[in-house]
């Protein structure tokens, strides 16, 4: 059906011309009746559309602006118009304006030229499909190197995290764990921001919007780019609001959004140099600028910096490092929550500034509260019985490690077979579990395990490199109670195994 020609020419013997010109040409073609028609079959799908110029009336016309402006960014769908002779009607005009890929053919036209124009048309338009093929291949190999990378990473985090216990007083230990937290946290950022890319492409993201204290996301923000610019001697000035300010935002999004500006200013700032935060509030919207002395823009680049993959070059005419993502990131994430991101400068040397606005609320409301602390035992003084199951060995042993060393009962398991027998035999109190697993994966492990006796009392929790929607959903229909991505925050999970209060 993506091949087809669709005709939709409802008034005179125009469609039955075009139908018999086309079959003659052995093009597949389908006419459509009616507006209702041509909306259904153009959801089914169409190499192009071919009408003509008495039949753009309110109706028709609309339908085709509105699949114009609403098609994916990779559908570029040809239009062919056949006009009257001679003459340049409001119609035409119009057509001409706003539906996009537009062929004008005046009548009465040769059969040959019609018959080129759309051989055209669907080569043109089969150039598209193409795109969207390599458009999904590249999302899902984005979605894989993230679960490929995030494996790795995992059992590095935890295993760096084991160090200060195996080595209290060491003071090498300690700088060794630092320096591999934070280059774990910068891969996992630079992870993280490439799937972004392909679940935006994809309009796979939600957001996830809730109370957030700014001066909460700011804290976090500072916190993320505080090394950086200790590591360039640069000064961070703050001129933020005393007043607690709440958004009704996605919190790890918003944060995404400063936290990009602001490493994006850090790294184009020379050593020795400044960056100033402000905030303030106009006409509904809260405003963070984030200006710097760094090495500035031409005015001919400001609007491509926002370009997904664009890179800056500095001074020297090196290309910078990064991928060239986090800016356009930040700008579609303020745009899905209803704001805006601009960038000025007076010139190249003379830094920048970007203006953030994201809207407030229009009544305050209060933040979430804090978690509550864990607590290591089930009841009764008994330890709480973890089972952490991952065919990753390294992954399996470094985080069954950290439990232990948080005094709860830990045993280990490193295939799905082998997880459900544990269930069965141990009956443990939380099941930390990775997903990908040869043989039987976690999912169907899972399955198993809420099938036993007792097996519903389990806090079944998903630890996975999968962070997809659908992947989500995959878990929750599994019986899994909880989602977390690789490498996860061990904090996180000694709040799950906190029993309820």
Not at 126 to 131: G, H, I, L, V
Not at 347 to 365: A, D, H, R, W
Not at 381 to 407: C, H, I, K, P, Y
């Amino acid at each position: 059906m993506e091949k087809r020609i669709l005709v939709y020419a409802p008034t005179g013997q125009n469609a039955a011309l075009c139908r018999k010109v086309l079959e003659m040409a052995r093009i597949d073609c389908h006419v459509c009746e009616t507006v209702g028609e041509l909306r259904q079959e153009l959801m089914q799908g169409a190499g192009a559309v071919l009408t003509v110029e008495e039949a753009l009336s309110a109706s028709g016309f609309r339908l085709l602006a509105d699949y114009v402006e609403q098609q994916p960014n990779w559908s570029d769908l040809p239009i062919l118009l056949l006009t009257h002779r001679g003459g340049d009607s409001l119609l035409v005009r119009r057509a001409v304006i706003s539906l996009g890929n537009l062929t004008l053919l005046e009548r009465p036209v040769r059969t040959v030229t019609l018959i080129a124009a759309l051989h055209a048309q669907l080569r043109a338009r089969d150039k598209q499909y193409q795109m969207r093929e390599v458009t999904r291949r590249k999302d899902e190999f984005l979605a894989s190197l993230g679960h490929e990378l995030r494996n790795p990473l995992a059992p590095i985090r935890t295993s760096a995290a084991l160090l200060p216990n195996l080595f209290p007083d060491s003071e090498p230990a300690e700088r060794i764990k630092q320096v591999i937290e934070r280059q774990v946290v910068h891969l996992t950022r630079l992870v993280d921001d490439l799937l972004d890319v392909a679940r935006i492409t994809s309009g796979k993201i939600e957001l996830q919007r809730g109370a957030i204290e700014f001066g909460v996301v700011m804290r976090h923000v500072l916190e993320l780019s505080q090394q950086a610019a200790m590591a360039k001697r640069i000064h961070l000035d703050q001129d933020l609001p005393d007043e607690d300010t709440v958004l009704e935002a996605d919190y790890a999004r918003v944060v995404q959004i400063y936290s990009n500006v602001l490493s994006n200013a850090i790294k184009f700032t020379p050593q020795g140099g400044h960056v100033a935060l402000r905030a303030w509030r106009e006409a509904g919207m809260l405003c963070v600028s984030v200006r710097d002395t760094g090495i500035g823009l031409e005015a001919d680049a400001i609007p491509k910096i926002f370009n997904m993959f664009e890179q800056s070059r500095t001074v020297t005419g090196q290309m910078s490092s990064g991928l060239g993502i986090g800016l356009s990131l930040a700008r579609q994430f303020a745009q899905m929550h209803g704001g805006s991101i601009e960038a000025h400068s007076p010139g190249i040397g003379q830094g920048s500034e970007f203006v953030i606005k994201l809207p407030l609320p229009g009544q305050p409301t209060a933040a979430p509260a804090a978690p509550l602390p864990y607590v290591a035992e089930a009841g009764a003084g008994r330890r709480t019985r973890v089972l952490v199951v991952d065919d990753n060995r390294d992954a399996a042993d470094s985080l069954g490690a950290l439990f232990e060393m948080e005094n709860f009962d830990v045993s280990t398991a490193y295939d799905g077979y082998a997880a459900v027998a544990a269930a069965t035999q141990q009956q443990p109190d939380m099941i930390v579990m990775d997903l990908g697993m040869p043989g039987m994966d976690g999912y169907e492990a899972a399955r198993l395990i809420r099938q036993q006796p007792g097996g519903n009392a389990i806090q079944l929790v998903a630890l996975t490199g999968w962070g997809q929607t659908d992947a989500r959903r995959r878990t929750l229909d599994a019986g899994f109670d909880q989602h977390l991505i690789k490498p996860v925050d061990f904090d996180d999970l000694l709040r799950l195994a906190a029993p309820p209060h």
